[in-house]
Every structure is written in structure tokens, then in C-alpha cells.
């Protein structure tokens, strides 16, 4: 049974230029949500999507932005790039419901460094 | 606003000792709980969750959590430390409501296991 996996594993790009990240979730879930985590820092929430539609937003400008598809995969994209945004970068997929949603399972993360 | 608070940022224990990690959090109401471990390069993996029932939650890895509602905790413990435990924990909490699925999360406390 495959876990949640990101891709790509890491990524470096420069200030002002655009990123797209990847997550597959976990076998049956159809929920995913994204976290950004900073060195030395619990993750924050960014967004939530299900059933293609992004449910919930964290405190993030509008330069993060995310996609979920058919197949319930969904993509982070992030505009403009700012040296802060760099940190790892989180996927968690779950099962839909009042509670389920809240039993999130992560894949390993995409580190991005912005320079 | 929901908090959640991990007051020891790193601890080291001898391997065979017993450990109990802190985490209290400020909420209006007792949420969903969960403590998450992250070991180097990896992404969160789940280790134990409560809703509600039963106070003493157990977990893998041989580790149980006890929330003290008039505390506002949600500790975690294990009787004997093992080596392969050295790794950052994360404390967190699933809120009701419109914000369901939006995991807040502590700081983490990183912890190291002396031979």
C-alpha cells in the first residue's frame, strides 16, 4: 500500500521565479492538505483541497496556489518566489469526514531553497 | 487564537530511561489531539490520537499520551527510551468547525538519546 509521496524530493530555484510541487496521496483518501515548514518550526497550514475545490486556507498570500485533479493528486505552485519561502513543503492526504479529516499521514516533503 | 505550546525545545535522555514530552495547547474547547514524530529528511509520521473517551491514548512504538483536560495537556510518554526514538516530536491539534482538517502545530522538541 503506497504512502503519500511528494516529488521532487528537493528543488532550487531563484527569487521571482515560479514552482510547481507534486503529491500523490495514500491509497483510498481523497483529501489533501499542504503545510509549509520552516527550519525549526512546526508546520503551518496552507490549504486544504477535496473533491477538486480548495475547502480551506491557512494564512498564505495568493502567491501559493494549489490544484487537485481527478485522481485526487494535487500540486502546490507557488508565484514570485521570496528567499522566505524556502522550507520544506509538506503533503498530508485523509479521508473525508467531520473527524476523518483531521487523521492526516504526510508524505517526506519537497525541500525547496530559494536563492 | 488556537495555540499549541511545546516548552522543551530539546531533551536528551539516557537509552533505557523513561521521557515524557510536554505539550499544552489554548482552545475553546477540548480538540482533537495528536503527537507526530519526524526523524531526519522524513516527513511526520502519526503516532497516537485522541477525540475522546478514555484520557490514556495508547500509540506505536511503545509510547502512550494522557490529556488533562483542566491542564489544557496532552503529554507523551514512554517507559523506556530507545535509541532509534532520537527524533524531532510534534504536538498538534484538529479543530471543530469550519477550520476541521487544519492541524495546528507546536514547535517540536527535538530529542537526542545518550548510550
Known amino acids: 500500500d503506497a504512502g503519500v509521496t511528494q516529488s521532487p524530493t528537493h528543488l532550487i530555484k531563484t527569487r521571482g521565479q515560479q514552482v510547481t510541487l507534486r503529491c500523490s496521496p495514500k491509497?483510498?483518501?481523497?483529501?489533501v492538505s499542504w503545510y509549509q515548514q520552516a527550519l525549526g518550526q512546526g508546520p503551518q497550514f496552507i490549504f486544504q483541497y477535496y473533491e477538486e475545490e480548495e475547502r480551506q486556507r491557512g494564512n498564505f498570500p495568493d502567491r501559493f496556489s494549489g490544484h487537485q485533479f481527478p485522481n485526487y493528486s494535487s500540486e502546490l505552485n507557488v508565484n514570485a518566489l521570496l528567499l522566505g519561502d524556502s522550507a520544506l513543503y509538506l503533503c498530508?492526504?485523509?479521508?473525508?469526514?467531520?473527524?476523518?479529516?483531521?487523521?492526516?499521514?504526510f508524505g517526506a516533503g519537497t525541500r525547496l531553497s530559494v536563492l | 487564537a488556537q495555540s499549541v505550546t511545546q516548552p522543551d525545545i530539546h531533551i536528551t535522555v539516557s537509552e533505557g530511561a523513561s521521557l515524557e514530552l510536554r505539550c499544552n495547547y489554548s482552545?475553546?474547547?477540548?480538540?482533537?489531539l495528536f503527537w507526530y514524530v519526524q526523524s531526519p529528511g522524513q516527513g511526520l509520521q502519526l503516532l497516537l490520537k485522541?477525540?475522546?473517551?478514555?484520557?490514556l491514548v495508547q500509540g506505536i512504538k511503545g509510547f502512550e499520551a494522557e490529556f488533562k483536560r483542566s491542564q489544557s495537556s496532552f503529554n507523551l510518554r514512554k517507559p523506556s527510551v530507545h535509541w532509534s526514538d532520537a527524533a524531532e516530536y510534534f504536538c498538534?491539534?484538529?479543530?471543530?468547525?469550519?477550520?476541521?482538517?487544519?492541524?495546528?502545530f507546536g514547535k517540536g522538541t527535538k530529542l537526542s538519546v545518550k548510550p
Open positions: 498538534a491539534v484538529g479543530l471543530y468547525g469550519g477550520s476541521q482538517g487544519n492541524l495546528i
Open positions: 491509497s483510498g483518501h481523497d483529501t
Open positions: 482552545y475553546g474547547a477540548t480538540p482533537y
Open positions: 485522541y477525540f475522546s473517551g478514555d484520557t
Open positions: 498530508a492526504s485523509s479521508l473525508p469526514g467531520r473527524i476523518a479529516k483531521n487523521i492526516q499521514y
